[in-house]
């Protein structure tokens, strides 16, 4: 993965990828503390690609080109933790864990 300068956002103006954001802090401790409000976790094992993940939260969880969820880790930014959550709970194989 290269390195993010886009300074977190995207060409378009909005946010840049969740994981274009963890390598541009992941020097910072005491700044990720601060940005971060949850951790998403994907078990590639139960994931059969329902998608409703990326309905729920097309922010937090891109989807494969084979319509899987493409993370399988994730630090999300404040401003996501409700995609985040609700990404999770519409889940029906119970994929997706959240950390505090
Ligand atoms: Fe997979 Fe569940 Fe999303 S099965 S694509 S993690 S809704």
């Known amino acids: 993965m290269e390195p993010d300068t886009s300074g977190g956002v995207d060409d378009d103006g909005g946010i840049a990828p969740v994981e274009a954001c963890v390598v541009r802090f992941r020097g910072n401790r005491d700044e990720r503390i601060e940005r971060w409000t949850v951790k998403v976790r994907v078990d590639k094992q139960l994931c059969t690609g329902h998608a409703r993940c990326n309905v729920l939260g097309p922010e ?41």
């Not at 493409?70 to 959240?98: D, F, H, N, W």
Request: aromatic content about 4%; hydrophobic content about 35%.
């Open 60 to 100: 937090v969880y891109p989807l494969d080109d084979d319509g899987y969820c493409a993370i399988t880790e994730a630090e999300v930014p404040a401003g996501l933790e409700k995609q985040a959550r609700a990404g999770a709970a519409g889940c029906p194989e119970r994929a997706i864990s959240i950390e505090q």
